[in-house]
């Protein structure tokens, strides 16, 4: 499910306000950062969602945007106060003037990392102590320090470090690589270069205290121009621990200068994650090819009863938030009367619950205010009924939402897709040891897992009766937790909760008869370590496979339809060694499926949601270009699905709110958003429903 940020909305409809003023700026080329100096001090009160963080926080009159990669025509919005300042000077920051990271072998390191900068004037050794006994010490994203890139790779026989562009007024700077080998000592490997030496050296070290090994023999330093790259072979790091024993890495970087008693130091380090790299996807390769074998060697016959299931011609109203709140008391007529002059027969609702923070293990209705909260049991009965009432088939989804942490104290923000991952590192937040229960060496690992199974059985358990009693037809388990749906352990991956969730399957078949899946996010598809979650339909006997899937392109904007259509094939192609893997006896949905009305939509489909929509018509052709490239997106779409209906079952386009004709014009008609209503892809959708009814 998309992240419904309420502060967000609350603060695009305040923009009007005299204290607060916005601007949008345009981008060119490709950009990881802004530069903004106003005219007079300011506070940034919000800003897009492309670049996650901003430089300072508080007043100042020059902020410095990053955190993200930001694709051409795409821009980047933000609002301050006061109103009275300007804009007076902004610039785009690319690989040129400012820090990124480029990792080969590990896609999730794609953002440009926060950097702990030292500033010592007190004569206190702050790269020594650390910033405890610093009070000088500050922090900063290191936008504009000339460093290009720093890159690990990993080949079948070694890894390689390569950092490009070193600024000349730093008189030191080094690289390394650390390896974990005990995670519950904290024995750990660190093997560095540095290039102004030629070296590479490797220790073994613990909290207190260690072993310098010395001098790697065997590896390579290659100091250049602008560029330092250093090689280690497998086997090197094998003599001082067994690759089975090192079970996670990090890279770190560091870099400073002094000047008399002034000394600046800047580091930064990636969080820990899995180590052998290669090992782990040769491992998963061999599965990955077992299983697409099934689709280039043996293509099986689509049996009839998945045949005969037919296409959903669906919408995604989404959840308790936003227009739905009023929408759902009201239930306003003029909002079915459009659901039928689409075509539409499905669709498709979410009901949020949560979990507090990462120490919390009861799963529970969300009463928070301000926050997505769970719908009342009585108005999801009524919703339930109206559109039963009126023909349509319901899809009722149980969903965690992101939790709402009051302070670190009571534990600490957690996300769903990270819930059930053994290891804190792939964690958004920062999060100690002793606060992620999810870790088999937590102290109360086994007690939390089985609260956490048997409240979140016992919610499920609890809307699966009321689905049953009200006629809904297909039900989720879960949704973008594949962490947690995940029933077989494979390759590094030595973890599962087949057992917990066999069970809880079993409760909600005790008090539900219709269809059940199970909504994944789509990237697990195409991702050679997840394909352990392949299983997760067959092990637990579920009906459909079904994905969360915002499908991009490499389709420049505006996209031919002849990219989108290749795209899209090529997308369906992709999904087949998971039907086939059932012999084509689970049917496939996309759940979520949806691109917001935006210009570049084809290749990022979820950027710029719930932001004020300006006209935009570069050719001139009086249509606005983001409604015309979500046109374009959805005739695409529906054309190639269409190709393969005998297997692939709907899709539930995202966010169409349940509003009244004046509801919507008041407020989501000015906004970009997934919801098609009263644009031009409403024509393309209504074309294909009717021809796929």
């Not at 919005?77 to 000077?89: K, L």
Request: proline content about 4%; some cysteine.
């Amino acid at each position: 499910m998309k992240k419904i940020n309420l502060l967000l909305l609350i603060g695009l409809l305040c923009i009007s306000l005299s204290s607060l003023a916005g601007e949008y700026l345009m981008n060119e080329d490709v950009a990881l950062g802004l530069r903004v100096v106003f005219s007079e001090p300011v506070t940034i009160t919000g800003f897009g969602d492309v670049f996650t963080t901003v430089d300072p926080q508080g007043e100042a009159t020059e902020f410095m945007f990053s955190g993200g990669e930001l694709p051409a025509w795409v821009g980047h919005w933000f609002n301050y106060a006061p109103a009275t300042a300007r804009v007076i000077e902004y610039e785009w920051l690319n690989g040129s003037n400012l820090i990124g990271t480029e990792f080969s072998s590990h896609d999730a390191w794609s953002q440009i990392p926060y950097i702990h900068r030292f500033i010592e004037d007190t004569g206190i050794d702050c790269w020594t102590n650390g910033t405890m006994g610093c009070e000088n010490a500050q922090y900063t994203n290191m936008a504009g320090w000339r460093a290009k890139g720093l890159k690990v790779r990993f080949d079948d026989n070694a890894f390689v470090l390569r950092v490009e562009i070193f600024d000349s007024s730093f008189s030191s700077y080094k690289y390394s690589i650390d390896f974990r080998i005990d995670e519950e000592a904290r024995k750990t490997m660190y093997v560095t270069a540095e290039p102004y030496n030629r070296r590479a050296d490797v220790s073994v070290g613990w909290p207190d205290g260690g072993e310098n090994l010395g001098v790697l023999r065997g590896s390579s330093v290659v100091v250049g121009e602008s560029y330092c790259e250093i090689t280690v072979p497998y086997s090197l790091v094998a003599k001082y621990a067994s690759v089975e024993d090192l079970k996670t890495w990090r890279i770190s970087f560091e870099m400073g200068y002094s000047v008399g008693s002034h000394r600046e130091m800047y580091w930064y380090h990636q969080s820990w994650t899995s180590f052998y790299q290669a090992q782990q996807e040769r491992e998963l390769r061999i599965a990955l090819e077992d299983i697409r074998s099934l689709a280039d060697n043996e293509q099986f016959e689509v049996p009839e009863a998945t045949r005969g299931i037919p296409f959903f011609r669906a919408v995604h109203l989404g959840g308790y938030y936003g227009d739905n709140v009023r929408g759902v008391e009201e239930l306003p007529e003029d909002f079915f009367a459009f659901l039928e002059s689409c075509n539409v027969n499905w669709v498709g609702w979410i009901v949020d619950c949560h979990i507090r923070h990462t120490l919390d293990a009861t799963v529970e209705p969300n009463t928070i205010p301000n926050t997505i909260q769970t719908i009342p049991d009585d108005q999801l009965r009524g919703l339930i009924r109206a559109f039963r009432e009126r023909g349509f088939h319901f899809y009722l989804a149980f969903y965690l939402t992101d939790s709402y942490t009051p302070s670190p104290s009571e534990g600490y923000k957690v996300y769903r897709w990270e819930l059930g991952n053994p290891s804190r590192a792939f964690a958004t937040e920062q999060i100690p040891a002793d606060a992620w229960p999810w870790d088999p060496a937590h102290s109360d690992h086994e007690a939390y897992v089985e609260t956490f199974f048997q409240t979140y059985g016992d919610m499920l358990s609890h809307y699966a009766l009321i689905a049953e009693e009200e006629g809904v037809e297909l039900m989720s388990l879960g949704g973008e937790m594949d962490h947690l749906f995940k029933t077989r352990s494979l390759g590094a991956s030595d973890y599962d909760y087949g057992d917990e969730l066999r069970e809880m399957v079993d409760r909600v078949r005790a008090v539900y008869s219709g269809w059940l899946t199970y909504d994944m996010l789509i990237d697990s598809a195409f991702d050679p370590a997840r394909i352990d979650r392949a299983y997760v339909w067959g092990d637990l006997g579920l009906d459909f496979i079904s994905f969360s899937c915002y499908p991009d392109s490499n389709c420049s904007s505006p996209p031919s339809r002849e990219c989108l259509t290749a795209s899209y094939r090529e997308l369906f192609q992709g999904l087949l060694p998971w039907v086939n893997l059932y012999e084509f006896t689970k049917p496939v949905l996309f759940t979520e499926w949806g691109a917001v009305n935006y210009p570049g939509a084809s290749q990022s489909p979820t950027q710029h949601e719930f932001e004020k929509r300006f006209e935009i018509d570069k050719n001139g052709d009086s249509i606005d270009d983001g409604d015309a490239e979500q046109a374009a997106i959805f005739d695409a779409f529906f054309e190639v699905a269409a190709q393969h209906r005998d297997w692939f079952k709907g899709a539930f386009p995202w966010n169409v709110w349940i509003s009244s004709d004046a509801m919507y014009a008041n407020w989501m008609l000015h906004s970009r958003g997934f919801v098609f209503r009263e644009k031009p892809a409403e024509d393309f959708l209504r074309k294909w429903y009717n021809i796929l009814e």
